[in-house]
C-alpha cells in the first residue's frame, strides 16, 4: 500500500472513531440536561477524551 492510500484508511478510521464518540455524547446530553445528574456528567467527562485522543493522532502534513 503506498503512503498516501495509508493516510487515507487512517484517516477514514479516525472520522469513524470521532463519528462513534459524537453519537455517545449525542445520547448522553439529553439525560444530562434534563437532571445535571453526577451520573450523566460522567458519561459526558468520560467521552470528552476519546475525541482529543482521536485528533492527537491524525497525521501532521510533512
Request: charged content about 25%.
Amino acid at each position: 500500500m503506498d503512503l498516501e492510500a495509508d493516510i487515507v484508511l487512517r484517516v477514514r478510521a479516525q472520522h469513524e472513531r470521532i463519528a462513534a464518540t459524537l453519537s455517545r455524547l449525542d445520547a448522553a446530553v439529553p439525560a444530562w440536561e434534563a437532571t445535571a445528574g453526577a451520573d450523566e456528567r460522567d458519561t459526558l467527562v468520560a467521552a470528552t477524551p476519546a475525541t482529543s485522543a482521536v485528533s492527537a493522532a491524525e497525521p501532521r502534513p510533512a
